[in-house]
């Protein structure tokens, strides 16, 4: 298949953190082992600053949530497999129209698309990595927006809204991250408390708090973002060279894109103020309308977000979890290549 005329178009979307678990172990070997001269370099950043090699952590023989977890190790462990997958994606299978991404997918975004260089990329991750990791404070909480069928839930919606106000009541409480039929919310100790106390049980394990995971995406972080600006200079982002959707839906172009305006943006907004996944999505298929979206791995929990997005908006007729899970064993619209049934489709 050597035509362009007879490529698939795609948006590839990268996740964020939390995303490598213990069943991606050897993510990187498995997968990989062709991309010497890649990883070799994200190697080398980090032994330079005196930390992990991402294929020590990626070989280890056991999983470790304090090690693997932590913001300064998992930010770029997630880099490297996520962008190691987007260069194993078939380009004679398909043109890549536009990529998006959630939270920690938004430097994903910028390297794929060219908007900072590879060495550039991995200064950025491990720099914002080893930030959250020494300065973050409060944390995040899932509550879905849905049932358990991926319909409307007024009742949720209802319950999400009296906790942020009780947060608010008691200390510090934000929509952090809307992420398809989920609601991440975030906040300082006594708002997370706060919301934790508020919200009802539901579908038997929200709320869920993250471990690990600090009040990204909120004022909270303010001081992240200034640290962020004082460590990482304008001349590390350039104009990218494939389409990109940040976390308010917003298209920057190859030529129409203010590389300062695109630092500014992630080093300042994209930190401190709500991430609109949700709405990355919706831009993706119907600005784009691509005839696939790729999720690149490692892990595959970004998938029920996306495919609750898409049902949503009632995307090629889906109207419910069952009609998407069938769609996806006939003609499947969404590949993840954290998936093994679903990766061989894409290479």
Same mark, same amino acid.
């Given at each position: 298949?050597?035509?362009?005329?007879?490529?698939?178009?795609?948006?590839?979307?990268?996740?964020?953190?939390?995303?490598?678990?213990?069943?991606?172990?050897?993510? !990187?070997?498995?997968?990989?082992?062709?991309?010497?001269?890649?990883?070799?370099?994200?190697?080398?950043?980090?032994?330079?600053?005196?930390?992990?090699?991402?294929?020590?952590?990626?070989?280890?023989?056991?999983?470790?949530?304090?090690?693997?977890?932590?913001? %300064?190790?998992?930010?770029?462990?997630?880099?490297?497999?996520?962008?190691?997958?987007?260069?194993?994606?078939?380009?004679?299978?398909?043109?890549?129209?536009?990529?998006?991404?959630?939270?920690?997918?938004?430097?994903?975004?910028?390297?794929?698309?060219?908007?900072?260089?590879?060495?550039?990329? %991995?200064?950025?991750?491990?720099?914002?990595?080893?930030?959250?990791?020494?300065?973050?404070?409060?944390?995040?909480?899932?509550?879905?927006?849905?049932?358990?069928?991926?319909?409307?839930?007024?009742?949720?919606?209802?319950?999400?809204?009296?906790?942020?106000?009780?947060?608010?009541?008691?200390?510090?409480?934000?929509?952090?991250?809307?992420?398809?039929?989920?609601?991440? !919310?975030?906040?300082?100790?006594?708002?997370?408390?706060?919301?934790?106390?508020?919200?009802?049980?539901?579908?038997?394990?929200?709320?869920?708090?993250?471990?690990? *995971?600090?009040?990204?995406?909120?004022?909270?972080?303010? *001081?992240?973002?200034?640290?962020?600006?004082?460590?990482?200079?304008?001349?590390?982002?350039?104009?990218?060279?494939?389409?990109?959707?940040?976390?308010?839906?917003? %298209?920057?172009?190859? *030529?129409?894109?203010?590389?300062?305006?695109?630092?500014?943006?992630?080093?300042?907004?994209?930190?401190?103020?709500?991430?609109?996944?949700? !709405?990355?999505?919706?831009?993706?298929?119907?600005?784009?309308?691509?005839?696939?979206?790729?999720?690149?791995?490692?892990?595959?929990?970004?998938?029920?977000?996306?495919?609750?997005?898409? %049902?949503?908006?009632?995307?090629?007729?889906?109207?419910?979890?069952?009609?998407?899970?069938?769609?996806?064993?006939?003609?499947?619209? !969404?590949?993840?290549?954290?998936?093994?049934?679903?990766?061989?489709?894409?290479?």
């Amino acid at each position: 298949m050597t035509s362009a005329s007879k490529k698939k178009s795609a948006v590839v979307i990268f996740p964020g953190r939390g995303t490598y678990g213990k069943e991606q172990l050897d993510y !990187l070997g498995r997968f990989h082992g062709d991309k010497e001269d890649f990883i070799s370099g994200v190697d080398q950043w980090r032994t330079a600053q005196g930390r992990t090699p991402i294929t020590e952590l990626d070989s280890a023989k056991t999983y470790s949530a304090a090690r693997h977890a932590s913001s %300064i190790n998992a930010s770029t462990l997630i880099y490297t497999c996520a962008l190691a997958d987007f260069q194993s994606i078939d380009r004679d299978q398909y043109e890549i129209s536009a990529v998006c991404g959630n939270s920690l997918g938004w430097y994903l975004t910028l390297a794929a698309a060219g908007a900072v260089d590879q060495a550039g990329a %991995i200064r950025l991750v491990d720099t914002m990595g080893a930030l959250m990791e020494e300065n973050g404070v409060g944390g995040q909480l899932i509550y879905p927006f849905v049932d358990e069928n991926w319909q409307p839930s007024r009742t949720n919606e209802r319950a999400i809204g009296e906790a942020l106000h009780a947060g608010r009541t008691e200390g510090a409480a934000f929509l952090s991250i809307r992420l398809g039929g989920m609601a991440v !919310l975030a906040g300082d100790d006594a708002g997370m408390a706060a919301m934790e106390k508020s919200l009802p049980p539901a579908e038997g394990r929200y709320p869920f708090r993250l471990a690990r *995971h600090s009040a990204f995406h909120t004022p909270l972080l303010s *001081h992240v973002s200034d640290l962020a600006f004082a460590n990482l200079g304008a001349d590390l982002f350039m104009k990218p060279q494939i389409p990109m959707i940040d976390g308010r839906g917003a %298209i920057w172009s190859r *030529h129409a894109t203010d590389a300062d305006a695109l630092y500014r943006y992630t080093l300042g907004h994209q930190i401190t103020e709500t991430y609109d996944f949700s !709405l990355s999505v919706e831009v993706a298929i119907k600005e784009f309308a691509p005839d696939v979206l790729i999720l690149a791995g490692p892990g595959s929990t970004l998938g029920a977000p996306i495919a609750q997005e898409l %049902i949503r908006h009632r995307w090629h007729g889906l109207t419910s979890k069952a009609e998407f899970s069938a769609r996806q064993k006939t003609d499947p619209f !969404l590949l993840a290549m954290g998936r093994d049934d679903q990766r061989g489709l894409v290479l």
